[in-house]
């Protein structure tokens, strides 16, 4: 790159990272709120997501901060564990230390693909319904409803039903009014519209406060090094499984944050050193009180809106936030919270769109996932809807391994392609033998019924005298799958049936030579392809033929 090049770029980055610290510092401290925790913790967060992300991370648009998602996963994480005996600043900071030692014994151990775990109609569906819940949550501070307790669905629908008389007029206005410019500025192409109702709830706050309007209050610059609230002997376990749903949601979101980008720019990306860089952030933020981080994707996409061309941006918003935490604190402490709310219920509203569940209907495919999802998260709270929506991906995935689904394969006209018979009625299996399929990774959970189907079908066919077995579809065996293979291939040997397997991996292949199976001979495993293996045992049986 030009020395020029480079000059425009660090301009380019300049410009960028002023843009989004404006953005971010309101969010921060309406996430904040989500999690019920003070004004401080959000911003505090916000730098060290920053700066941490900015030396060390590899994407050049991620923004590392507090997001809506763990924000509300916090919440109801210390609402669990806090009670009324312990300091709940100092459990949530318990909890956001956890989460970042998890993100580093991850990133040590290289689980790079641990979003995985979270497949994308169960994530979207969490996202769908978190922010419905999130945005009830919030209309205590749109519209001066009393405080809502719990994420019940129901439930909180039914107090704000049952409340609805002790609204508090002057502040659902304001809210409203905020919520409605936000929507109107989505149509004027680079207007902030979050700084705009800041501005204008800034200067109203004398006039709202008078009238009861709540405003966001004082924020303290005087953050010590906090003692976590280092869970009793009872909540260990709970404290884990929180701090592990802090990791897996933060990480899933910040994955997704970081690879879309990086595809889209053609960047590389190394999972694995950014579950540690995440670690540190995390780490940091608990042990100075502070709301956990990950790349959400608005601040991400905002920052790549914004011009940013590297991590940079993210260095210039971090020093930006503490100018504007030093010099503007007290019109901060302004605002008010009606506009806060409305922040908030914009940003996760982007997530109530329907057509991202359009293509699970369009290729009927994973709808009771994503529907499960949000359901879950609707009917069970926040956290244990997330946990539940995973277990449930989780089962239908063994339930799909565990089936038993093998397939009779036939050669497809006078090709050397080999297809299931039962959807090409015109594929002919050659003449005595059998070529079996199983549509499943051979493991403990289906092996031995996927070998008792085979021997059924085995059974059916009178005139077998050779069955090929196809495994391109496991790429590894265990031993259950193995005995199950040893106990298929002696019973074939009894009944004078010949056994070769085709397109095997080599691990596979390897395994089966030193197991030393019944038939299955380094010659019997040697078919690259169904075409070798029905051709080898033509050639076999030619040759038998011919000796007698």
């Known amino acids: 790159m030009s020395n020029a090049a480079l000059s425009s770029a660090r301009v ?68 669990l564990l806090a009670g009324g005996a312990v300091n709940r600043t100092a459990v949530a900071a318990m909890l956001v230390l956890l989460g970042g030692i998890c993100f580093l014994i991850a990133g040590a151990a290289r689980l790079g693909g641990l979003s995985h775990l979270i497949a994308r109609p169960v994530l979207r569906g969490y996202t769908f319904g978190l922010a419905i819940v999130i945005a009830l949550k ?48 989505e149509r004027v192409r680079r207007l902030p519209g979050s700084l705009l ?45 929180l701090a592990a749903a802090l990791l897996l949601i933060l990480y899933a979101e910040s994955y997704s944050s970081i690879r879309g980008f990086a595809l889209k720019h053609n960047d590389k990306v190394e999972a694995n050193r950014d579950l540690l860089v995440l670690g540190v952030a995390n780490v940091l933020s608990g042990l100075f009180q502070g709301m956990p981080v990950g790349a959400g994707y608005s601040a991400t996409s905002a920052n790549e809106a914004a011009g940013a061309q590297s991590r940079l941006a993210g260095l210039v918003a971090a020093g930006t936030v503490l100018l504007m935490v030093l010099l503007l604190l007290r019109w901060i402490e302004r605002i008010p919270l009606a506009v806060l709310a409305a922040i908030v219920i914009h940003a996760v509203s982007k997530s109530w769109r329907l057509s991202v569940f359009r293509p699970y209907l369009q290729w009927k495919r994973d709808r009771l996932l994503a529907l499960a999802a949000v359901v879950a998260v609707l009917s069970l709270g926040i956290l244990n809807g997330l946990l539940f929506a995973i277990a449930f991906s989780l089962i239908l995935l063994l339930r799909q391994l565990a089936s038993a689904r093998v397939s009779v394969l036939g050669r497809l006209a006078d090709s050397h392609d080999f297809v299931d018979i039962a959807q090409h009625p015109n594929a002919v299996p050659p003449t005595g033998m059998l070529i079996l399929r199983p549509e499943e990774p051979l493991f403990f959970a289906n092996a031995e019924s996927m070998m008792g189907l085979a021997r059924k079908l085995v059974e059916q066919h009178s005139d077998v005298k050779q069955v090929i077995l196809s495994l391109e579809a496991s790429p590894n065996l265990d031993s259950t799958a193995l005995e199950s293979l040893g106990d298929f291939s002696g019973w074939l040997q009894s009944s004078g049936i010949g056994l070769r397997v085709a397109r095997l991996k080599d691990e596979t292949r390897a395994l089966l030579l030193r197991a030393a199976l019944p038939q299955l001979s380094s010659q019997a495993l040697d078919s690259w392809s169904v075409e070798d293996a029905v ?6 049986s030619s040759a038998t033929g011919n000796h007698t």
């Not at 809506?68 to 916090?74: D, E, I």
């Open 535 to 540: 051709q080898a045992s033509t050639n076999a």
């Open 12 to 79: 380019t980055d300049l410009l960028a990272g002023l843009a989004i610290a404006g953005l971010l510092v309101p969010e921060a401290v309406a996430y904040s709120g989500i999690a019920g925790m003070s004004p401080e913790a959000g911003v505090v967060a916000l730098f060290i997501g920053l700066l941490c992300y900015g030396l060390l991370g590899t994407s050049r648009f991620a923004i590392v901060s507090s997001t809506s998602s763990s924000a509300a996963v916090l919440a109801a994480g210390t609402l």
């Open 197 to 241: 109702v800041i501005a204008l709830g800034v200067a109203a706050s004398d006039w709202l406060a008078a009238r009861g309007v709540p405003l966001t209050g004082a924020i303290s610059l005087h953050m010590n090094l906090g003692m976590p609230a280092w869970p009793a002997s009872g909540q260990w376990l709970p404290s884990v499984e």
């Open 138 to 185: 919030q209309l205590p501070h749109l519209g001066g409803w009393p405080e809502l307790h719990g994420d019940f669905v129901p439930l909180l629908i039914a107090n704000l039903a049952r409340t609805s008389g002790q609204v508090h007029l002057v502040t659902l206005g304001a809210g409203l009014l905020a919520l409605l410019l936000l929507y109107a500025c």
